[in-house]
């Protein structure tokens, strides 16, 4: 039950935040202990424009959250997010105002917020500002964690996995649909070799990014875990209501996605394996990912390396130029070269 703090307590919550803790706004009773966070396991958000950075804030926040979560907070956000992408923009105000229930201080920079924080979450929905805010993360050498799309553009994705590099900080990004219901079975090796693969998505469009930057990169991702690396060339087929994106891998074998945007939203996949062909299962939400994260935070290694996300940037790319194409097929290398990147 959230109760309104009376007078007593606020003049008690202004002493407190007038000795250096920061308390912002009213804070819901049931996180009211997370704001004296253990340094080491202080995490920070950078954009309050996503469902993910709530979400996210209200498990690890939880005074019952799991061990599996490693006793880490977030305990500040910079809700600054998209700049002209109406949906996000509008939803700043009230994602900011319930993050604050959950003991999160709101602060006015991303330089304000690093000096509060050992960790960040960069939730930010526009993958455009995604390198210019990565970098200040980066050069401050703190684990950074960078919602899809990594960037809305394979040249920024480099970009950053660069600078991670030289500045000698761990870095990822990744779907939560990397997670869905019977991944684990086939990256334990229990279907044996996988043949090929088919997986689905929503895509919607947002004219700001490319096509699957956006949304259908969800199912590009899936695609990308099933069948790893190696992918040679795109082709896609686009109309109004759908697309069907065939990739071919450099040991011949194929791998499609399908982007939808009308009927039903759903998620999933067929994998073609050795052993079985098998349906995958339903999306299990944002936890499978964060317990992922929070693994990251801890020990400094990344789930999904590099190399991987760049090869999906470079896949969605390709898929554009194919549809401006009429369909025609278009390699992987040849997006990687325009990019100015050497595989």
């Not at 977030?74 to 009230?94: Q, T």
């Not at 999160?104 to 979450?121: A, F, G, P, Q």
């Not at 339903?282 to 935070?297: M, S, T, V, W």
Request: proline share 3%; with cysteine.
């Amino acid at each position: 039950m959230k109760e309104n703090c009376n007078r007593r307590d606020f003049i008690k919550m202004a002493a407190i935040a007038g000795a250096g803790i920061g308390v912002s706004g009213i804070i819901d009773p049931l996180y009211a202990k997370n704001n004296r966070q253990e340094a080491g396991k202080r995490i920070g958000i950078i954009g309050l424009d996503t469902s993910h950075a709530v979400a996210f804030t209200r498990t690890l926040n939880d005074l019952n959250a799991g061990p599996q979560y490693g006793g880490y907070k977030i305990v500040a956000a910079y809700p600054k997010g998209s700049n002209d992408i109406l949906k996000s923009v509008e939803r700043i105000p009230g994602y900011t105002e319930e993050v604050k229930k959950m003991g999160v201080e709101i602060v006015s920079s991303i330089s304000e917020l690093l000096k509060k924080v050992d960790v960040v979450l960069l939730e930010t929905n526009d993958g455009r500002l995604h390198l210019e805010q990565a970098m200040p993360v980066i050069k401050a050498g703190k684990r950074l964690f960078i919602d899809k799309p990594i960037a809305a553009s394979l040249k920024d994705a480099k970009a950053i996995f660069d600078a991670a590099q030289r500045y000698n900080v761990p870095v990822f990004s990744s779907s939560s649909l990397r997670y869905i219901t019977g991944i684990d079975d086939v990256k334990a090796g229990k279907l044996g070799k996988i043949i090929g693969a088919e997986t689905y998505s929503p895509a919607t469009l947002e004219k700001t990014h490319p096509d699957f930057f956006w949304y259908g990169i969800h199912g590009v991702e899936i695609l990308f875990t099933l069948m790893g690396t190696g992918c040679k060339q795109v082709s896609r087929v686009h109309t109004d209501d759908t697309d069907v994106t065939i990739g071919v891998w450099e040991d011949d074998r194929i791998g499609t996605f399908r982007g939808t945007r009308s009927g039903k939203s759903a998620y999933g996949g067929t994998v073609f394996a050795e052993k079985a062909t098998v349906s995958l299962g339903d999306f299990k939400g944002y936890n499978p990912l964060l317990e992922q994260i929070i693994q990251f935070f801890q020990t400094g290694i990344v789930p999904v390396k590099p190399e991987e996300t760049l090869e999906i940037c470079a896949f969605m790319e390709a898929a554009d130029e194919s549809k401006v194409k009429g369909g025609a097929s278009v390699s992987i290398d040849s997006i990687f070269k325009k990019a100015g990147i050497t595989k």
